[in-house]
């Protein structure tokens, strides 16, 4: 009997007093109308057009069948979610990125708020995304997504379904790591990574080339808060000033961090008189805050509160 299930093509979750059969590309999925309409009003919506009565209806197994356009991937991580909990991420364990495509995906398109949350909720940055562009470096020492396992070393797929499900801070973020950390051709040409390809989408490789345009920016006006003493330096504002040579000292050190957001380090003190630490401190900070508001405004996308609003 159950070799014969699956023959047909009949795949978990198939429950024998199920009432609706979910087929997608030839795939089945034997479930409770009751229990997708109470998850999902877009199931319910679908649900109502077809009528129990009308002859012309598609029927398996005694039950009607209602035909889905997507991934059977995403469909089974679906149903498998909502009916034995099978994916359940307690703090500190990692969510597979085929799990994150499903809530992300399905959860989007049929409302499922629950999946959508918890998936978005493995994404997070915290508090602020700064605190994120700030540690992103060159160097590649961040993970960007902690919580995520089998994703590319850029980020690319995230970056993906992140534009794909509306999450647009997100989007901005990955978009700004791969500009710092990943080569500008892997960019334009996708590359490989464990015999698999990976490639961003058009509107994701446009998005970078302007993050990109935006980081030679930030750079250019943080590096001129850095470019003379303070009006008031002890020194005088002599290019003979020990603080002149402390200024050099701090932009060779900021051109090897190839860090765009960095942060004043303490070390840039050490060189500097006592008002140029607070004036410079305070102007480079300022810039920095500035210029980070203004990211996702110069890639008209608004401003950073606006970028994930609501699902609806
Ligand atoms: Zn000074």
């Not at 005088?236 to 701090?250: A, E, H, Q």
């Not at 840039?268 to 990211?295: I, P």
Request: hydrophobic share 40%; net charge neutral; proline share 4%.
């Amino acid at each position: 009997m159950q070799d014969m299930k699956t023959e047909m093509g009949c795949l978990d979750p198939w429950l024998e007093d199920g009432n609706i059969v979910i087929t997608v590309q030839e795939k089945h999925f034997r479930v409770h109308r009751s229990v997708l309409c109470f998850y999902s009003d877009v199931f319910r919506d679908m649900f109502a057009v077809s009528h129990p009565c009308d002859n012309e209806e598609e029927m398996m197994d005694g039950c009607p069948v209602v035909r889905l356009q997507d991934a059977v991937a995403d469909v089974e991580i679906m149903l498998k979610a909502l009916y034995d909990r099978s994916y359940i991420f307690l703090p500190g364990t990692h969510m597979p990125i085929s799990v994150l495509s499903a809530f992300l995906r399905m959860g989007k398109k049929y409302v499922i708020r629950q999946l959508f949350k918890e998936a978005e909720r493995m994404l997070s940055f915290g508090t602020s995304p700064l605190v994120q562009l700030s540690a992103i470096s060159a160097a590649g020492n961040v993970i960007l997504f902690p919580r995520l396992s089998g994703a590319d070393p850029f980020n690319f797929m995230v970056m993906n379904l992140a534009s794909e499900v509306g999450l647009l801070s997100i989007t901005v973020i990955a978009g700004f790591y791969c500009c710092v950390a990943c080569p500008a051709l892997s960019i334009v040409d996708g590359y490989e990574y464990n015999g698999v390809r990976y490639d961003l989408s058009a509107g994701n490789k446009r998005l970078c080339f302007l993050v990109q345009r935006y980081i030679a920016e930030v750079e250019r006006q943080l590096f001129q808060c850095l470019a003379f003493p303070a009006h008031n330096c002890v020194y005088g504002s002599s290019s003979r000033s020990p603080c002149c040579s402390g200024l050099l000292s701090n932009l060779r050190s900021i051109q090897c961090l190839k860090c765009p957001f960095t942060q004043w380090m303490n070390t840039w003190d050490d060189g500097l008189c006592v008002s140029c630490r607070a004036v410079l401190r305070k102007k480079h900070e300022g810039a920095r805050m500035r210029l980070w508001k203004n990211l996702p405004v110069d890639l008209d996308l608004g401003r950073w509160e606006s970028l994930d609003a609501e699902m609806t």
